[in-house]
């Protein structure tokens, strides 16, 4: 139980388009949702946290402009990465509160800005 | 900043048992430590979690110190698959508390 639907796996985009990258719980309601960034050999980043019906809260430096977050749903919780450019290529992973095992994480999303 | 401390790396022989420390020396009363895993390229996967008893199950076993400041998360037969980076994190029950990774273990499973 308790499962998270990331997609897409990989994109790849032009510098100033934008991507949106999805998160599904699957099996339960996510009222939560946390997104991560993570660089090459590098650990997990907090970027924001999401609550169903209610806006996000980011982190100190992420630009909520750049990374919008909307939380709809129960369901479905979104990140988008605005008029990318080739600094917010990574990878991205969405969380989810998962009861006694925690957290759930999703695959992740390797975006890359060409 | 995050609140748990790991080894940058590991190495363990295959077949023998992998002993990964934690320290989390500010852990609150009703804080649990849980263990995950990430392969390279996926998200991150659970493995174990405890609040104060040691812990056992399929993938892993959990010995946390009485004084709960630190644990030690122990694979009993590695396998190549075991290679990861192994995470520690303290956090109330239910994940509901937003966390700080620290840099995590790599372990790398030899043949």
């Known amino acids: 139980g308790a499962v998270v639907s990331q997609h897409p796996s990989r994109v790849i985009c032009k510098s100033g388009t934008s991507v949106k990258i999805e998160c599904r719980s699957l099996?339960?309601?996510?009222?939560?949702m946390f997104w991560y960034r993570q660089f090459p050999k590098k650990s997990l980043m907090l970027m924001a946290t999401?609550?169903?019906?209610?806006?996000?809260?980011?982190e100190q430096g992420v630009e909520k402009d750049k990374f919008l977050i909307n939380h709809a749903s129960l369901t479905l919780s979104t990140l988008t990465v605005t008029s990318a450019h080739p600094e917010d290529s990574s990878f991205y992973i969405c969380?989810?509160?998962?009861?006694?095992?925690?957290?759930?994480f999703g695959s992740g999303t390797r975006l890359t800005v060409v | 900043d995050a609140k748990t401390t790991q080894p940058p790396s590991m190495d363990c022989a295959e077949g023998r048992a992998a002993n990964l420390p934690c320290n989390h020396s500010?852990?609150?009363?009703?804080?649990?430590v849980y263990w995950y895993r990430q392969i390279h390229s996926q998200g991150p996967q659970y493995i174990i979690h405890?609040?104060?008893n040691n812990e056992t199950n399929e993938m892993a076993s959990l010995i946390i110190t009485e004084d709960r400041k630190s644990s030690t998360l122990i694979l009993p037969h590695a396998t190549l698959r075991d290679t990861a980076v192994y995470y520690c994190?303290?956090?109330?029950?239910?994940?509901?508390?937003?966390?700080?990774f620290g840099t995590g273990t790599k372990l790398q499973v030899i043949p």
């Open positions: 500010t852990i609150s009363g009703n804080e649990y």
């Open positions: 969380s989810a509160p998962a009861g006694v095992r925690g957290y759930t």
């Open positions: 405890g609040l104060k």
């Open positions: 999401s609550n169903e019906g209610s806006k996000a809260t980011y």
């Open positions: 099996d339960f309601q996510a009222t939560t």
């Open positions: 994190i303290v956090s109330l029950d239910g994940g509901y508390q937003k966390v700080t």
